[in-house]
T-cell receptor, first 115, second 113 residues
Framework: EPEVTQTPSHQVTQMGQEVILRCVPI?????FYWYRQILGQKVEFLVS????????KSEIFDDQFSVERPDGSNFTLKIRSTKLEDSAMYFCASSEDARGYEKLFFGSGTQLSVL | AQSVTQLGSHVSVSEGALVLLRCNYSSSVPPYLFWYVQYPNQGLQLLLK??????LVKGINGFEAEFKKSETSFHLTKPSAHMSDAAEYFCAVSEAGRRALTFGSGTRLQVQP
């Protein structure tokens, strides 16, 4: 079965540094998402992306965050100046069509540690 | 605002026993409801979903869930647990027309031999 691929699986960074988390969604999917899970807390929605623009975002997704689809295959999440509280597991997901929230395909996540 | 409550962060059952994982939700509009499963070092995988129609939905690996509007519940069941069912299970809700899923805090299922 096709899968969503995320790299790296672990990333360690210093507070204040920029990080880019990378995802390769399933090739024929059109909607892309980022979620995160802080250790011991719920999985939280960050942003959804369609047709090269953000279609929905949460309160968490402030000016420090941005997303991009730089080419036909990658989908990235950038955090401009990381804070300690950004430490979390970040999940990328994709779905096939307009009703795709009915079935998201998730990657295995990137564990981000901010020191 | 919608929310999801999963009762029991850890559930332990014996192999062959009934699995029951509880999920209650709140939503101001008719919800779409989901159960996802996460195996170690893997992403979340959709088990089953309810959008409209029949309130008893069947998913993969023998799991099923029933949408009970009067109880605002969507509990997950499986008649007979298997060792391979050990994982973390997440209930989630969304509203029609919105993309964001709201997740519960998860229930870790242990299956004892």
């Amino acid at each position: 079965e096709p899968e969503v691929t995320q790299t790296p699986s672990h990333q360690v960074t210093q507070m204040g540094q920029e990080v880019i988390l990378r995802c390769v969604p399933i090739s024929n999917h059109l909607y892309f998402y980022w979620y995160r899970q802080i250790l011991g807390q719920k999985v939280e929605f960050l942003v959804s992306f369609y047709n090269n623009e953000i279609s929905e975002k949460s309160e968490i997704f402030d000016d420090q965050f941005s997303v991009e689809r730089p080419d036909g295959s990658n989908f990235t999440l950038k955090i401009r100046s990381t804070k300690l509280e950004d430490s979390a597991m970040y999940f990328c997901a994709s779905s096939e069509d307009a009703r795709g929230y009915e079935k998201l395909f998730f990657g295995s996540g990137t564990q981000l540690s901010v020191l | 605002a919608q929310s999801v409550t999963q009762l029991g962060s850890h559930v332990s059952v014996s192999e062959g026993a009934l699995v029951l994982l509880r999920c209650n939700y709140s939503s101001s509009v008719p919800p779409y409801l989901f159960w996802y499963v996460q195996y170690p070092n893997q992403g979340l995988q959709l088990l089953l979903k309810y959008t409209t129609g029949a309130t008893l939905v069947k998913g993969i690996n023998g799991f099923e869930a029933e949408f009970k509007k009067s109880e605002t519940s969507f509990h997950l069941t499986k008649p007979s647990a298997h060792m391979s069912d050990a994982a973390e299970y997440f209930c989630a809700v969304s509203e029609a027309g919105r993309r964001a899923l709201t997740f519960g805090s998860g229930t870790r299922l242990q299956v004892q031999p």
